[in-house]
């Protein structure tokens, strides 16, 4: 079964960091692309960043030069290093793959608030 279980979100203070990981089990990790959206309070899904099989990396322009995304082949596990947090950053955020049979798998997410 295709699995991913985020973790490391918390409360940080404005200016503060997280890193937050997602651990992947059930599918070849090495292979497939990962990204992180986020949902803040009342909004809707917003994209954050992915990393391709092969380590290439895209931000958005409202994390770009702050976030970095990054992944442990031998952990199957694929991080988002968050620098410079501000309370816009606030939000539920997901790690999600494209399996083999285009199905994008989700996990849980990870609660992240930014507040002084």
């Known amino acids: 079964e295709v699995q991913l279980v985020e973790s490391g979100g918390g409360l940080v203070q404005p200016g503060g960091s997280l890193r937050l990981s997602c651990a992947a089990s059930?599918?070849?990790?090495?292979?497939?692309?990962m990204s992180w959206v986020r949902q803040a309070p009342g909004k809707g899904l917003e994209w954050v960043s992915a990393?391709?099989?092969?380590?290439?990396?895209n931000y958005a322009d409202s994390v770009k030069g702050r976030f970095t995304i990054s992944r442990d082949y031998a952990k199957n596990t694929a991080y988002l290093q968050m620098n410079n947090l501000k309370p816009e950053d606030t939000a539920v955020y997901y790690c999600?793959?494209?399996?083999?049979?285009?199905?994008?798998?989700w996990g849980l997410g990870t609660q992240v608030t930014v507040s002084s």
């Open positions: 059930g599918f070849t990790f090495r292979l497939y692309g």
């Open positions: 999600n793959t494209v399996d083999a049979n285009l199905r994008t798998i």
């Open positions: 990393i391709h099989s092969g380590g290439g990396t």
